[in-house]
Nanobody
Framework: QVQLVESGGGLVQPGGSLRLSCAAS????????MSWYRQAPGKERELVAA????????NYANSVKGRFTISRDNVKNTVYLQMNSLKPEDTAVYYC?????????WGQGTQVTVSS
């Protein structure tokens, strides 16, 4: 059974940090490109960051460059999103996604709220 389980979301003040985790099971994690998306109320889901199978390559949305870092651990079958200098506009539900060829799996999402 394929599972992607996000954790680490919550309420944080502007300028604060959070680290999201996405634990994968039920598929060959190491061959999947992993990414984080987010969806704010009333907006479309958008790509935040993506990382290659080995972790050697990553890319980011312009809005988070220099503040967010994506990483993965192919032993623990987990992908992370370190989020620093958080802004109110980062408030959204964050989802992890696994992609290999035509196969795509999504997690259930974790809420991140940035507010004072």
């Amino acid at each position: 059974q394929v599972q992607l389980v996000e954790s680490g979301g919550g309420l944080v003040q502007p300028g604060g940090s959070l680290r999201l985790s996405c634990a994968a099971s039920g598929f060959s994690f190491s061959i999947y490109t992993m990414s984080w998306y987010r969806q704010a109320p009333g907006k479309e889901r958008e790509l935040v960051a993506a990382i290659s199978t080995t972790g050697g390559n990553s890319n980011y949305a312009n809005s988070v460059k220099g503040r967010f870092t994506i990483s993965r651990d192919n032993v623990k079958n987990t992908v992370y999103l370190q989020m620093n200098s958080l802004k109110p506009e980062d408030t959204a539900v964050y989802y992890c996604k696994a992609t290999y060829s035509i196969r795509t799996y999504w997690g259930q999402g974790t809420q991140v709220t940035v507010s004072s």
